[in-house]
């Protein structure tokens, strides 16, 4: 009957880590992709929306195999850890970095493109390196989509179901998230429990998104919203 | 400038709006097409069957219904999951017309919930329990059995969640049985059902799991693994029945079905997979 405050702690876990990763992994990402001025740019673009589009058991057999002892890749993380990636912690930040990017990446470089180019362009003209200018300029420009990319991915892996149920193994404390609790619990014939954990997730996933929206709303404007 | 900036905007969205449309356009024509399938479809099949059935039968049921299929005309759909993610589906309105249990308490919880009917009861067969390894596994299952899962080599074991699969519960009531539940607890890995199980070892993931001997024995699987059968005084025997839900619309067909799996062509195919029959 009593909610699962492991299954909880360890969903913030994930998601928090998960988050964290693709602020910096999706900042190079997203960069890349609105000003490389490469004609395939298109093609790297669809390859990071995928996951929008493929269902989460599909990217989640996809992360079994691929870190699993029949592929390259999982015998080399065996050969380094001594177990595979499957049914653990890590294994579950790998499958939701994947499963979450394009909802990084995609306002993350939404963001970057709205900056004027003007700005980036008189930075540069002042002598700033590419680097600087990206943390002088386009950065402090781009935080309200920067904030956006990063809720929407910890929102998103807080809710992530199938990758976690591939690849989880379903090991309380390990791999059993708040989403697979619900799941077994429902099962089970268990409504009432479930329903306690879902309203909790509930409660939380809004707290959270509304905090966020909230801060996001006026400091960081620059001009006026129309 | 600023206009320029402006004019720049408008035409991005103009073609966004274009893209859109196209989308639109796509879905609906999709759409209608698959409509008028479905009515040809419906005009000329006859009625059809839905299905549902417990994991250890992914194999040897779909040989079945496809015998049927051929025999009768009659339409099977087949869906397969856990015994109790099943139950579950069908106490709230899933529009299955059969339920192939791999216990009998899922399909009696049904009847004296007044969603099967209790005449229809049948134990269609009796599952086995093995332990399976990888065709390249170095335990020695023969002379070991379940102890081989001692092995320090065994990183993970896979079973079925037993909160809601039969062989999931089989699994652990073997472990316990044999003495060795304590020590492999911490490296027991949850399938959703025991075909996912099975496919967590055949995936190299776990490095042994508990399956249905229908699985092991699969043609998909065959030399893939090597299995062990796990004595039948170890777990409750898995009596598996099948009945009718009350809510079908197809009650005759599917009285007709069963009839088909009480023959002797259903149950060679079922003792083929490794099921036994109930006396």
Redesign the interface.
């Known amino acids: 009957m009593a909610i699962d405050w492991q299954a909880f702690w360890l969903t913030l876990q994930l998601a928090i880590t998960v988050s964290a990763v693709l602020l910096v992994l999706g900042l190079p990402i997203a960069y890349w992709i609105a000003f490389s001025p490469r004609r395939w740019k298109f093609l790297v673009e669809a390859v990071v929306a995928l996951p929008i589009v493929l269902p989460p058991t599909v990217l989640g057999f996809y992360v079994?195999?691929a870190?699993?002892?029949?592929s390259p890749l999982?015998r080399w993380w065996i050969s380094l850890t001594g177990?595979?990636l499957?049914?653990t912690f890590t294994g579950l930040v790998i499958g939701s970095i994947l499963y979450s990017l394009p909802f990084a990446v995609q306002p993350f470089a939404a963001s970057f493109a709205g900056v004027d180019r003007k700005l980036i362009a008189a930075s540069a003209t002042l002598g700033a390196s590419p680097l600087r200018t990206f943390f002088r300029v386009i950065a402090p420009l781009s935080v309200p989509g920067l904030i956006t990319g990063t809720a929407l991915s910890f929102a998103h892996t807080m809710g992530e179901f199938g990758v976690v149920?591939m690849v989880g193994?379903?090991?309380p404390g390990v791999t059993r998230t708040v989403s697979i609790d619900i799941f077994?619990r429902?099962?089970?014939?268990d409504y009432a429990a479930a329903n306690e954990t879902a309203l909790l997730l509930l409660a939380f996933s809004f707290a959270v998104l509304a905090i966020v929206y909230g801060l996001n709303r006026k400091p960081w404007l620059i001009g006026p919203v129309k | 400038m600023h206009s320029g900036v402006q004019l720049h905007r408008s035409f991005a969205s103009l073609r966004m709006t274009g893209s859109v449309w196209l989308m639109v356009a796509c879905l609906l024509l999709s759409a209608t097409l698959g409509w008028t399938q479905e009515q040809e479809k419906e005009k000329k099949s006859s009625p059809e069957l839905v299905v549902a059935a417990a994991a250890d039968l992914s194999v040897a049921l779909q040989e079945i219904a496809d015998g049927y299929q051929k025999q009768s005309g009659v339409q099977l759909k087949l869906s397969f999951g856990a015994s109790g993610a099943l139950t579950q589906q069908i106490q709230n309105g899933a529009p299955f017309d059969l339920f192939f249990s791999a216990d009998m308490d899922y399909p009696r919880q049904l009847i004296a919930a007044g969603a099967a009917d209790q005449a229809s009861l049948y134990q269609y067969a009796v599952g086995k329990l093995v332990l399976w390894v990888p065709a390249d596994s170095p335990l020695d299952l023969d002379l070991k059995g379940i102890n081989a899962l001692l092995d320090p080599s065994v990183k993970k074991i896979a079973v079925a969640n037993p909160q809601h699969a039969p062989y999931g519960r089989a699994a652990v009531a073997a472990l316990k049985h044999a003495g060795v539940y304590d020590r492999v607890a911490d490296r027991l890995v949850l399938g959703e059902n025991v075909a996912q199980a099975a496919q967590f070892v055949e995936s190299g993931n776990a490095q042994a799991g508990f399956v249905a001997l229908a699985h092991a024995v699969a043609p998909a699987m065959r030399g893939k693994g090597k299995y062990w059968e796990v004595p039948a005084d170890f777990y409750p025997p898995l009596v598996q029945g099948v009945v009718v839900l009350s809510h079908s619309q197809h009650k005759k067909e599917a009285a007709d079905f069963l009839e088909y799996i009480k023959t002797k062509d259903a149950a060679e195919l079922l003792r083929r997979y490794g099921f036994t029959l109930p006396q």
Do not use: Y
Not at chain 1, 186 to 189: G, I, L, M, R
């Open positions: 079994l195999v870190l699993g002892p029949r999982g177990h595979t499957a049914f149920l193994g379903n090991i077994d429902v099962q089970a014939s």
